[in-house]
Protein backbone atom coordinates (compact mmCIF):
# COMPACT_ATOMS: atom_id res chain seq x y z
CA UNK A 1 0.00 0.00 0.00
CA UNK A 2 0.84 3.75 -0.29
CA UNK A 3 0.31 6.69 1.60
CA UNK A 4 -0.52 9.34 -1.43
CA UNK A 5 -3.83 9.69 -3.33
CA UNK A 6 -4.30 7.94 -6.91
CA UNK A 7 -5.84 9.08 -9.77
CA UNK A 8 -6.41 8.26 -13.20
CA UNK A 9 -5.88 9.97 -16.88
CA UNK A 10 -8.39 9.12 -19.73
CA UNK A 11 -6.22 9.17 -22.94
CA UNK A 12 -9.64 7.57 -24.74
CA UNK A 13 -7.86 4.91 -27.31
CA UNK A 14 -9.04 3.71 -30.50
CA UNK A 15 -9.33 0.41 -31.09
CA UNK A 16 -8.22 -0.93 -34.29
CA UNK A 17 -11.79 -1.52 -36.24
CA UNK A 18 -13.89 0.23 -34.10
CA UNK A 19 -15.97 3.10 -34.34
CA UNK A 20 -15.18 6.29 -32.14
CA UNK A 21 -18.84 6.09 -30.90
CA UNK A 22 -17.43 3.27 -28.79
CA UNK A 23 -14.69 4.60 -27.72
CA UNK A 24 -16.91 7.12 -26.23
CA UNK A 25 -18.95 4.54 -24.52
CA UNK A 26 -15.82 3.03 -23.04
CA UNK A 27 -14.93 6.22 -21.34
CA UNK A 28 -18.25 6.51 -19.66
CA UNK A 29 -17.99 3.37 -18.47
CA UNK A 30 -14.65 4.22 -16.98
CA UNK A 31 -15.45 7.35 -15.14
CA UNK A 32 -18.14 5.35 -13.04
CA UNK A 33 -16.09 2.66 -12.41
CA UNK A 34 -13.22 4.74 -11.41
CA UNK A 35 -15.27 6.46 -9.19
CA UNK A 36 -16.81 3.45 -7.41
CA UNK A 37 -13.33 2.48 -6.89
CA UNK A 38 -12.39 4.92 -5.29
CA UNK A 39 -9.96 7.58 -7.22
CA UNK A 40 -9.41 11.09 -6.24
CA UNK A 41 -9.96 12.25 -9.73
CA UNK A 42 -10.45 11.54 -13.46
CA UNK A 43 -8.49 13.51 -15.99
CA UNK A 44 -9.50 14.09 -19.65
CA UNK A 45 -6.09 14.84 -22.17
CA UNK A 46 -6.76 16.79 -25.45
CA UNK A 47 -5.30 15.08 -29.00
CA UNK A 48 -5.94 16.27 -32.67
CA UNK A 49 -5.96 14.31 -35.80
CA UNK A 50 -4.16 11.08 -34.47
CA UNK A 51 -5.60 7.22 -35.73
CA UNK A 52 -4.80 5.77 -32.05
CA UNK A 53 -6.45 8.49 -29.38
CA UNK A 54 -10.35 10.09 -30.11
CA UNK A 55 -10.10 13.92 -30.69
CA UNK A 56 -12.63 14.55 -27.51
CA UNK A 57 -12.58 17.49 -25.95
CA UNK A 58 -11.77 17.48 -22.26
CA UNK A 59 -14.14 19.87 -21.49
CA UNK A 60 -16.99 17.97 -23.31
CA UNK A 61 -16.01 14.86 -21.61
CA UNK A 62 -15.54 16.61 -17.95
CA UNK A 63 -19.24 18.06 -18.64
CA UNK A 64 -20.41 14.45 -19.93
CA UNK A 65 -19.00 12.59 -16.48
CA UNK A 66 -19.55 14.77 -14.36
CA UNK A 67 -23.45 14.59 -14.57
CA UNK A 68 -22.96 10.91 -14.08
CA UNK A 69 -20.85 10.55 -10.92
CA UNK A 70 -21.17 12.12 -7.92
CA UNK A 71 -17.71 12.68 -5.68
CA UNK A 72 -14.70 11.90 -8.28
CA UNK A 73 -12.93 15.08 -9.26
CA UNK A 74 -12.56 15.45 -13.16
CA UNK A 75 -11.45 17.67 -15.55
CA UNK A 76 -8.65 18.16 -18.18
CA UNK A 77 -5.09 16.54 -18.15
CA UNK A 78 -4.75 18.42 -20.12
CA UNK A 79 -6.20 21.11 -22.01
CA UNK A 80 -3.70 23.00 -24.11
CA UNK A 81 -3.22 26.97 -23.95
CA UNK A 82 -1.83 27.40 -27.42
CA UNK A 83 -5.23 25.68 -28.79
CA UNK A 84 -7.94 28.36 -26.66
CA UNK A 85 -8.24 31.79 -26.26
CA UNK A 86 -8.09 32.50 -22.18
CA UNK A 87 -11.51 33.89 -21.95
CA UNK A 88 -13.64 30.29 -23.44
CA UNK A 89 -10.69 28.53 -21.16
CA UNK A 90 -12.11 30.33 -17.66
CA UNK A 91 -15.60 30.54 -18.65
CA UNK A 92 -16.08 26.81 -19.51
CA UNK A 93 -13.99 25.63 -16.72
CA UNK A 94 -15.42 27.85 -14.27
CA UNK A 95 -19.12 27.25 -15.54
CA UNK A 96 -18.28 23.18 -14.92
CA UNK A 97 -16.87 23.69 -11.69
CA UNK A 98 -19.86 26.23 -10.66
CA UNK A 99 -22.62 23.28 -11.84
CA UNK A 100 -20.59 20.40 -10.09
CA UNK A 101 -19.89 21.41 -6.74
CA UNK A 102 -16.28 22.43 -7.08
CA UNK A 103 -14.81 19.14 -8.13
CA UNK A 104 -13.64 20.13 -11.78
CA UNK A 105 -9.55 20.62 -12.35
CA UNK A 106 -8.27 23.01 -14.80
CA UNK A 107 -4.97 21.29 -15.97
CA UNK A 108 -3.41 23.50 -18.25
CA UNK A 109 -0.42 22.39 -21.09
CA UNK A 110 1.19 23.76 -23.41
CA UNK A 111 1.78 20.79 -26.28
CA UNK A 112 -0.51 21.36 -29.80
CA UNK A 113 -2.17 18.09 -29.24
CA UNK A 114 -0.84 16.68 -32.44
CA UNK A 115 2.38 15.29 -34.42
CA UNK A 116 0.60 16.82 -37.71
CA UNK A 117 2.02 20.68 -38.49
CA UNK A 118 -1.33 21.47 -40.60
CA UNK A 119 -3.42 20.02 -38.02
CA UNK A 120 -1.27 22.43 -35.29
CA UNK A 121 -1.86 25.60 -37.42
CA UNK A 122 -5.51 25.20 -37.69
CA UNK A 123 -6.30 25.08 -34.14
CA UNK A 124 -4.44 28.39 -34.07
CA UNK A 125 -6.16 29.87 -37.31
CA UNK A 126 -2.99 29.42 -38.85
CA UNK A 127 -0.29 30.80 -36.26
CA UNK A 128 2.69 29.14 -35.99
CA UNK A 129 4.14 27.53 -32.69
CA UNK A 130 3.38 29.59 -29.06
CA UNK A 131 6.46 31.41 -27.78
CA UNK A 132 7.65 30.74 -23.83
CA UNK A 133 5.74 34.78 -23.09
CA UNK A 134 2.88 33.84 -25.27
CA UNK A 135 2.03 30.38 -22.86
CA UNK A 136 3.24 32.36 -20.21
CA UNK A 137 0.59 35.31 -21.20
CA UNK A 138 -1.91 32.70 -21.70
CA UNK A 139 -1.70 30.63 -18.40
CA UNK A 140 -1.75 33.93 -16.42
CA UNK A 141 -4.20 35.47 -18.19
CA UNK A 142 -6.57 32.49 -17.80
CA UNK A 143 -5.77 32.50 -14.08
CA UNK A 144 -7.01 36.26 -13.92
CA UNK A 145 -10.40 36.15 -15.89
CA UNK A 146 -11.21 33.03 -14.50
CA UNK A 147 -11.09 35.52 -10.72
CA UNK A 148 -11.53 38.63 -11.85
CA UNK A 149 -14.45 38.17 -15.24
CA UNK A 150 -16.38 34.82 -14.74
CA UNK A 151 -17.62 35.58 -11.31
CA UNK A 152 -18.77 32.52 -10.49
CA UNK A 153 -18.41 30.26 -7.13
CA UNK A 154 -16.66 27.98 -6.54
CA UNK A 155 -13.74 27.89 -9.18
CA UNK A 156 -11.84 24.80 -10.64
CA UNK A 157 -8.67 23.83 -9.68
CA UNK A 158 -6.00 24.82 -11.78
CA UNK A 159 -2.92 22.81 -11.96
CA UNK A 160 -0.17 23.69 -14.46
CA UNK A 161 1.22 20.53 -16.59
CA UNK A 162 4.98 20.14 -17.55
CA UNK A 163 6.92 17.62 -19.19
CA UNK A 164 10.17 19.77 -18.90
CA UNK A 165 12.43 22.60 -16.22
CA UNK A 166 10.70 24.95 -18.14
CA UNK A 167 7.23 24.21 -17.72
CA UNK A 168 8.32 23.45 -14.08
CA UNK A 169 9.91 26.75 -13.67
CA UNK A 170 6.59 28.61 -14.95
CA UNK A 171 4.59 26.19 -12.31
CA UNK A 172 7.01 27.75 -9.68
CA UNK A 173 6.59 31.47 -10.48
CA UNK A 174 2.63 30.90 -10.79
CA UNK A 175 2.59 29.26 -7.42
CA UNK A 176 0.43 26.25 -9.20
CA UNK A 177 0.57 22.55 -8.32
CA UNK A 178 2.34 20.92 -10.94
CA UNK A 179 1.52 17.51 -12.61
CA UNK A 180 4.54 15.88 -14.54
CA UNK A 181 3.85 14.15 -17.27
CA UNK A 182 6.36 11.09 -15.79
CA UNK A 183 4.46 8.59 -18.38
CA UNK A 184 6.24 10.81 -21.53
CA UNK A 185 9.38 12.18 -20.27
CA UNK A 186 10.99 10.27 -17.19
CA UNK A 187 14.51 11.57 -17.76
CA UNK A 188 13.29 14.53 -16.82
CA UNK A 189 11.43 14.37 -13.72
CA UNK A 190 13.73 14.98 -10.89
CA UNK A 191 15.26 17.49 -11.96
CA UNK A 192 12.47 19.72 -12.87
CA UNK A 193 10.65 18.45 -9.39
CA UNK A 194 13.66 19.64 -7.84
CA UNK A 195 13.46 23.41 -9.81
CA UNK A 196 10.02 23.58 -9.10
CA UNK A 197 10.09 23.19 -5.40
CA UNK A 198 13.56 25.35 -4.63
CA UNK A 199 11.90 27.98 -6.60
CA UNK A 200 8.04 28.03 -5.15
CA UNK A 201 6.25 30.94 -5.12
CA UNK A 202 3.27 30.60 -2.94
CA UNK A 203 -0.15 32.19 -4.75
CA UNK A 204 -4.15 31.93 -4.18
CA UNK A 205 -3.97 28.69 -5.92
CA UNK A 206 -1.20 26.61 -3.40
CA UNK A 207 0.21 27.50 -0.97
CA UNK A 208 3.27 25.49 -1.22
CA UNK A 209 4.36 23.09 -3.85
CA UNK A 210 2.30 20.50 -4.29
CA UNK A 211 3.38 17.63 -7.00
CA UNK A 212 1.25 15.13 -9.10
CA UNK A 213 3.40 12.47 -10.84
CA UNK A 214 1.57 10.78 -14.29
CA UNK A 215 3.23 7.20 -14.78
CA UNK A 216 2.20 4.39 -17.38
CA UNK A 217 0.35 1.55 -15.38
CA UNK A 218 -0.29 -1.83 -16.53
CA UNK A 219 -1.47 -3.90 -13.89
CA UNK A 220 -2.81 -7.98 -14.73
CA UNK A 221 -2.11 -11.00 -13.09
CA UNK A 222 1.11 -11.86 -13.91
CA UNK A 223 4.05 -10.09 -15.36
CA UNK A 224 3.55 -12.12 -18.27
CA UNK A 225 0.02 -10.81 -19.10
CA UNK A 226 0.80 -7.23 -18.39
CA UNK A 227 3.52 -7.43 -20.72
CA UNK A 228 1.17 -8.86 -23.41
CA UNK A 229 -1.37 -5.65 -22.78
CA UNK A 230 1.68 -3.47 -23.36
CA UNK A 231 2.26 -4.57 -26.53
CA UNK A 232 0.02 -2.49 -28.33
CA UNK A 233 1.36 0.87 -27.01
CA UNK A 234 4.74 -0.63 -27.46
CA UNK A 235 3.99 -0.51 -31.37
CA UNK A 236 2.76 3.32 -30.96
CA UNK A 237 5.32 4.60 -28.75
CA UNK A 238 7.90 3.47 -30.79
CA UNK A 239 7.11 5.73 -33.23
CA UNK A 240 6.16 8.30 -30.30
CA UNK A 241 9.63 8.34 -29.12
CA UNK A 242 11.37 8.99 -32.33
CA UNK A 243 9.14 11.96 -32.68
CA UNK A 244 7.01 10.38 -35.19
CA UNK A 245 3.04 10.11 -34.80
CA UNK A 246 0.59 8.73 -37.04
CA UNK A 247 0.61 5.06 -35.69
CA UNK A 248 -2.52 2.70 -35.47
CA UNK A 249 -3.53 1.29 -31.69
CA UNK A 250 -3.29 -2.34 -32.45
CA UNK A 251 -4.90 -5.45 -31.33
CA UNK A 252 -2.93 -7.36 -28.61
CA UNK A 253 -2.51 -10.12 -31.36
CA UNK A 254 -1.06 -7.60 -34.27
CA UNK A 255 1.35 -6.08 -31.81
CA UNK A 256 2.55 -9.39 -30.84
CA UNK A 257 3.38 -10.22 -34.14
CA UNK A 258 5.22 -6.89 -34.74
CA UNK A 259 9.06 -6.88 -35.28
CA UNK A 260 10.91 -4.06 -33.42
CA UNK A 261 14.34 -2.71 -34.39
CA UNK A 262 16.79 -2.91 -32.27
CA UNK A 263 16.94 0.91 -32.08
CA UNK A 264 13.38 0.74 -30.65
CA UNK A 265 13.63 -2.54 -28.42
CA UNK A 266 16.40 -0.65 -26.96
CA UNK A 267 14.06 2.92 -26.46
CA UNK A 268 11.12 1.13 -25.12
CA UNK A 269 13.54 -1.04 -22.48
CA UNK A 270 14.29 2.35 -21.47
CA UNK A 271 11.44 3.84 -20.93
CA UNK A 272 9.62 0.78 -19.07
CA UNK A 273 12.08 0.99 -16.46
CA UNK A 274 10.60 3.98 -14.98
CA UNK A 275 6.73 2.77 -15.68
CA UNK A 276 5.14 0.53 -13.45
CA UNK A 277 3.97 -2.64 -15.11
CA UNK A 278 3.49 -6.17 -14.02
CA UNK A 279 1.44 -8.37 -11.35
CA UNK A 280 0.26 -6.30 -8.70
CA UNK A 281 3.59 -7.47 -6.63
CA UNK A 282 5.88 -5.78 -9.17
CA UNK A 283 3.21 -2.83 -9.75
CA UNK A 284 2.79 -2.04 -6.00
CA UNK A 285 6.67 -1.92 -5.83
CA UNK A 286 7.04 0.47 -8.82
CA UNK A 287 5.03 2.94 -7.19
CA UNK A 288 6.34 3.24 -4.00
CA UNK A 289 9.26 3.38 -5.71
CA UNK A 290 8.41 6.40 -8.14
CA UNK A 291 6.62 7.88 -4.74
CA UNK A 292 9.70 7.45 -2.82
CA UNK A 293 11.97 8.85 -5.57
CA UNK A 294 9.96 11.75 -6.18
CA UNK A 295 8.20 12.55 -3.32
CA UNK A 296 5.46 12.85 -5.06
CA UNK A 297 1.63 14.17 -3.14
CA UNK A 298 -0.23 12.08 -5.74
CA UNK A 299 0.18 9.56 -8.62
CA UNK A 300 -1.28 9.68 -11.70
CA UNK A 301 -2.26 6.34 -13.55
CA UNK A 302 -2.51 5.82 -17.67
CA UNK A 303 -3.27 2.76 -18.92
CA UNK A 304 -3.18 2.73 -22.33
CA UNK A 305 -4.06 -0.63 -23.03
CA UNK A 306 -6.32 -2.19 -25.76
CA UNK A 307 -9.58 -3.47 -24.37
CA UNK A 308 -11.86 -2.16 -21.08
CA UNK A 309 -12.05 -4.65 -19.58
CA UNK A 310 -8.16 -5.41 -19.27
CA UNK A 311 -7.97 -1.51 -18.25
CA UNK A 312 -10.48 -1.71 -15.41
CA UNK A 313 -8.86 -4.71 -14.52
CA UNK A 314 -5.69 -2.98 -14.05
CA UNK A 315 -7.24 0.21 -11.80
CA UNK A 316 -8.91 -2.75 -9.80
CA UNK A 317 -5.85 -4.63 -8.90
CA UNK A 318 -4.17 -1.33 -8.14
CA UNK A 319 -7.16 -0.57 -6.04
CA UNK A 320 -7.02 -3.90 -4.33
CA UNK A 321 -2.91 -4.18 -4.14
CA UNK A 322 -2.01 -0.61 -3.70
CA UNK A 323 -4.61 1.91 -3.08
CA UNK A 324 -4.93 3.18 0.97
CA UNK A 325 -8.65 3.06 1.50
CA UNK A 326 -8.36 5.82 4.16
CA UNK A 327 -6.08 8.06 1.84
CA UNK A 328 -8.40 11.70 1.04
CA UNK A 329 -6.42 14.76 -0.30
CA UNK A 330 -6.25 18.87 0.46
CA UNK A 331 -7.82 20.50 -2.30
CA UNK A 332 -6.90 24.32 -2.66
CA UNK A 333 -9.49 25.94 -4.89
Not at 216 to 244: F, H, I, N, S, Y
Request: aromatic share 6%; net charge negative.
Amino acid sequence: MITVPLSALEVAMVQTGAPAEDTLRDTTEFARRVEELGYLRLWYAEHHHSPAIGAFPPVVLTAHAAALTTSIRLGSGGVLAPNHAPIMLAEQFGTLAALHGGRIDLGIGRGPGTFDDSTARALRRGAGPTTDDEYRDDVSSTLRLLVDEVGLDPLPEPWLLSSSTAGAALAAELGLPIAFAHHIRPDNTLAALAHYREHFSPSRWCASPRVLVCVETVCAGTDEEAARLVGPMDVVKAGLLKGQGGFPFPTPEEAAAHSFPADEVQLLAGFRAHQAQGSPETVAKQLTDLVDLTGADELMLVTPVYALADRLRSYELVKQHVMTPTTTPTTTA
